[in-house]
């Protein structure tokens, strides 16, 4: 026997057939301005050059080159550098942090490294220069330099850059090198003030590979402890 609805109650819709069953709203594809507004503020405000293609990738080596850190290490090498020169460009993302440091240094780290006496040592610690590319940024920090069109890294908001963000990003201008970490930055702090100058990129280097080691250690530590293997250090 087929139940009956009491009179007065409506029989249930049928669904709908014309698509594909959808929970939620429809996600938000990025508009083509936004990555050309994206593209233009690189380009015009701080005059660095980007790759073509669908997501705005900037070129590295021309105007700065990118140390490459876990991002636990470049924290605490940053805190560490407080006050040893001035703040220079830095982004957060996937777990990593990329330093920008003056073009040309990348050639230059592993004779640095080595120097310091922590060639043989494994460190996660990538530097690109000439050839290499990273994800723009978006800023994230409110009051961060605005775009000369009105329109500002802040507003782009979370929309077509993936997960890359600027930690400390870089002012408009093309004044931007003279923040960067280089190798001639002592003489030039000397003249400036230890405030005024850039950081020194062999204290950079330094810090920085110290702190990559010890968050290695750690986990060489708490993996030995929950394994109860004794320790092997290399």
Known sequence: MTPTAPAGVPHPRRPLRHGPLHHGPLPR???????DEVRRWYEDELGWPTLPGPSVRLAVGVRFDVLDVPEEAGRAALERLRGHGREFPVAAGGGRLRLLVAAGSAEEVPGLLEWLEWDGVPLDLTASGAGASMEAPHVVAAGAGGAAGGSSPEEWGGGSQGAAVWLRPPEPGREVEASLPTLS????????GDREGPPDLVRLV???????????????????????QPLAFS
């Not at 594809?29 to 990555?35: G, I, K, L, Q």
């Not at 330094?206 to 109860?228: E, G, I, P």
């Open 185 to 192: 930055a002592m003489a030039t702090r000397r003249a400036l």
């Open 206 to 228: 330094n810090t920085v590979a110290t702190q990559v080691h010890r968050v290695r250690l750690r986990q060489v530590c708490a993996a030995a402890a929950v394994d109860n």
């Open 29 to 35: 594809r990025p508009r083509p301005a936004d990555r």
